[in-house]
T-cell receptor
Framework: AQSVSQHNHHVILSEAASLELGCNYS??????LFWYVQYPGQHLQLLLK??????LVKGIKGFEAEFIKSKFSFNLRKPSVQWSDTAEYFC??????????FGTGTRLTIIP | DSGVTQTPKHLITATGQRVTLRCSPR?????VYWYQQSLDQGLQFLIQ???????AKGNILERFSAQQFPDLHSELNLSSLELGDSALYFC????????????FGPGTRLTVT
C-alpha cells in the first residue's frame, strides 16, 4: 500500500542548529512531493514542492528538500533554524494522480 | 492568509447531533478538499469536489457527507456525532483538478461532548 513515513515525531534543536527532517514513501511510480508547515494555531502552509526536474528544491523561509528517487525519500533541510521555525511539519505525497497522502508530522521545537 | 475561509472556527456539540462546516475556496479555485486532523489519526483526506462534482473519496465515514454548491463553496455535514469525531477539520482549495497545489483554510475545531 502507498504510504508516507516521517520517523521523527518530535525534534528539539537550539537556534542556529542545522535541521534535517526525514520523509520516506512507498511507491515505485510517479510521485509529486510536498512539505507543509503548520505554525501553532494556524493552518497548513506549503513550504515547497517537487514535481520534476532538479531534485534539490528550494522553498520559502530558507527551507530546501532533496528528492532521492533511489531511496524513496524527500528530506527537508534548513542550515540554521530560528525560534520562529517552531511548528509541525508534514510531508505529503501525491501518488500518480491520486489524492494527497500526508505523513504523521514532525513537531519541531526550537530552543532560543 | 491563504484566501480559504472556514466557518465556524470552533464548534462544541453533543453526541448524536448533526453539524455543518462551511468552506469558501480561494477566488477562482474549482477544487475543494476536506481533511480531518486528529491526534491519533493524523491528517486524513476525506473527500474532494471539483466544480460541483465529487471527484475523490478518502477515509470518509458514511455518517459524513459533503457537497459543493454552484458558487463553489462547500459544506461538510457530520451526523450522529461520536466522541471520536472530535478533531480539526480543514478545507483546502486548488485551481487544479489534480490537487497539485492546495491552499488550506484555518480549520474548524469540532468538540463532541
Amino acid at each position: 500500500a502507498q504510504s508516507v513515513s516521517q520517523h521523527n515525531h518530535h525534534v528539539i534543536l537550539s537556534e542556529a542548529a542545522s535541521l534535517e527532517l526525514g520523509c520516506n514513501y512507498s511507491y515505485g511510480g510517479t510521485v509529486n512531493l510536498f512539505w507543509y508547515v503548520q505554525y501553532p494555531g494556524q493552518h497548513l502552509q506549503l513550504l515547497l514542492k517537487y514535481f520534476s526536474g532538479d531534485p534539490l528544491v528550494k522553498g520559502i523561509k530558507g527551507f530546501e528538500a532533496e528528492f532521492i528517487k533511489s531511496k524513496f525519500s524527500f528530506n527537508l533541510r534548513k542550515p540554521s533554524v530560528q525560534w520562529s521555525d517552531t511548528a509541525e511539519y508534514f510531508c505529503a505525497v501525491m501518488f500518480g494522480n491520486e489524492k494527497l497522502t500526508f505523513g504523521t508530522g514532525t513537531r519541531l521545537t526550537i530552543i532560543p | 492568509d491563504s484566501g480559504v475561509t472556514q466557518t465556524p472556527k470552533h464548534l462544541i456539540t453533543a453526541t448524536g447531533q448533526r453539524v455543518t462546516l462551511r468552506c469558501s475556496p480561494r477566488s477562482g479555485d474549482l477544487s475543494v478538499y476536506w481533511y480531518q486532523q486528529s491526534l491519533d489519526q493524523g491528517l486524513q483526506f476525506l473527500i474532494q469536489y471539483y466544480n460541483g462534482e465529487e471527484r475523490a473519496k478518502g477515509n470518509i465515514l458514511e455518517r459524513f457527507s459533503a457537497q459543493q454548491f454552484p458558487d463553489l463553496h462547500s459544506e461538510l455535514n457530520l451526523s450522529s456525532l461520536e466522541l471520536g469525531d472530535s478533531a480539526l477539520y480543514f478545507c483546502a482549495s486548488s485551481p487544479h483538478i489534480g490537487g497539485y497545489e492546495q491552499y488550506f483554510g484555518p480549520g474548524t475545531r469540532l468538540t463532541v461532548t
